[in-house]
């Protein structure tokens, strides 16, 4: 139930953390026609028009000298590069207990998109316990 109970209070912290999401676009507004071009030449090259990719991971050591490890990748980076682009990369890493350990690492790559990109990373990392130790990593890159 502790587990549970824990597991729950960290992933309600990410949700109740303030996002701060970063936006930004390669297609410069020259005009709307220019633009209007741009997404109507999508449908005759193959491209997806939107593209989403969501990394979560969660890890947790409990327990008087538990160990955990967690690592995880994605590679949403494609040839094509669609018009709108969104990434979250969101890890939890728990170490509670006496001499308790958990590492965790995360890494993403997306791609960029033409009209925007929208790249969300978070993360919480909590040790609780005489001599428990937690260690995170979280990179999440968009491509060019």
């Known amino acids: ?15 109740v953390l303030p996002a ?4 930004y676009g390669g297609v410069r507004l020259r005009g709307p026609d220019a633009v209007l071009d741009r997404v109507e030449s999508f449908d005759r090259s193959g491209c997806r028009l939107s593209q989403t990719s969501v990394t979560v991971g969660v890890n947790r050591a409990l327990g008087a000298g538990s160990q955990a490890w967690q690592q995880l990748g994605t590679n949403a980076g494609t040839g094509c590069r669609p018009l709108v682009s969104t990434q979250a990369t969101v890890g ?10 958990a590492e965790q690492s995360i890494e993403t790559a997306g791609a960029r998109g033409v009209l925007a990109t929208t790249n969300l990373a ?4 909590v040790a609780a316990g005489r001599g428990s130790q937690a260690g995170q ?4 890159q968009t491509g060019r």
């Open 137 to 140: 990593r979280i990179l999440a």
């Open 122 to 125: 978070r993360g919480v990392n």
């Open 92 to 101: 939890v890493n728990l170490s509670v207990g006496s001499r308790a350990r």
């Open 1 to 15: 139930m502790m587990r549970v109970t824990l597991t729950a209070a960290a992933l309600a912290l990410c949700a």
């Open 20 to 23: 701060r999401a970063q936006d």
